[in-house]
């Protein structure tokens, strides 16, 4: 579960084609990650996956079915953002449960889901406290437990540590990297720090004014970059 296809998939904001025809797989259990510098495209492109823009042509399947006409909530993915967007009147406990209480999950079934996210994400010890108690990573780690409740066969990541601090961002890192090996589950990460894209992808998709550059493991792009904006990009010596 979690292989997203999209085939020819293209985004016009009016007039302007901010997505030309674009084709890309994104493999079952893979850390993908999208790079590139702003306005590139990378959130858009994610939006797409996600349902929260529709595209303008193509198609994207999710685990083999069409998923293009498909609404976000029903498309199986989770989505975690830069701001955390957490309720800050609401315990833990409660922020994190939040979707499974929308969709009215069974009680029995929000808490042990609540339990087994916070477990994952040492969050055991907070659940009774407000967002306004928790420092800066352990907010965010609330944020991406929101989204693992929800058990999506994929989770989508915009920037979700550009707002923290530069030694936090590290840890973070290193949190979400561990989180992926813990779930085995599929990862886009969308971020414009290089470090980020070398140290945590599988995979990397190397953006460039909405198409794709070139698309490989972190050395693969290290050691053979396509062309000098890629080798820029990734920080190679070529
Ligand atoms: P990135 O996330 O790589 O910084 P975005 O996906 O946010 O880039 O933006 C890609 C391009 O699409 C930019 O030129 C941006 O101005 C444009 N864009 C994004 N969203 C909208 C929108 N809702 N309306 C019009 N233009 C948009
Ligand atoms: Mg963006």
Redesign the pocket.
């Known amino acids: 579960m979690g292989r997203i296809t999209l085939d020819k998939v293209t985004k016009s904001?009016?007039d302007?084609e901010?997505i030309p025809p674009l084709d890309l797989t994104i493999e079952d259990g893979e850390f993908t990650v999208f790079v590139?510098?702003?306005?590139?495209?990378?959130?858009?492109?994610l939006?797409l996956i996600a349902g929260l823009?529709d595209i303008s042509s193509g198609q994207i399947r999710i685990d083999g079915n069409d998923a293009t006409h498909v609404p976000p909530s029903k498309r199986g993915l989770a989505m975690v953002f830069q701001s955390y967007a957490l309720y800050p009147h609401m315990s833990v406990r409660k922020n994190i449960a939040f979707p499974l209480r929308m969709a009215k999950l069974d009680k029995a079934e929000q808490d042990r889901r609540v339990e087994q996210a916070a477990a994952v994400l040492n969050l055991a010890d907070y659940l009774d406290r407000k967002p306004g108690q928790l420092s800066g990573g352990q907010r965010q780690r609330v944020a991406i437990g929101r989204a693992i409740v929800r058990e999506p066969s994929a989770f989508l990541f915009?920037?979700p540590l550009s707002n923290l601090d530069a030694a936090l961002r590290v840890g973070m890192r290193m949190e979400i990297s561990e989180l992926h090996k813990k779930l085995a589950t599929t990862m886009v990460y969308?971020t414009?720090d290089q470090v980020e894209a070398m140290t945590m992808a599988d995979k990397i998709v190397v953006?460039r004014a909405?198409h794709i550059e070139q698309v490989g493991s972190p050395l693969e792009l290290y050691h053979n970059p396509r062309n000098l904006f890629v080798a820029g990009f990734i920080g190679s010596p070529t």
């Open positions: 904001f009016g302007v901010v590139g510098p702003s306005g590139c495209g990378k959130s858009t492109l939006r823009e915009d920037e969308v414009h953006l909405g």
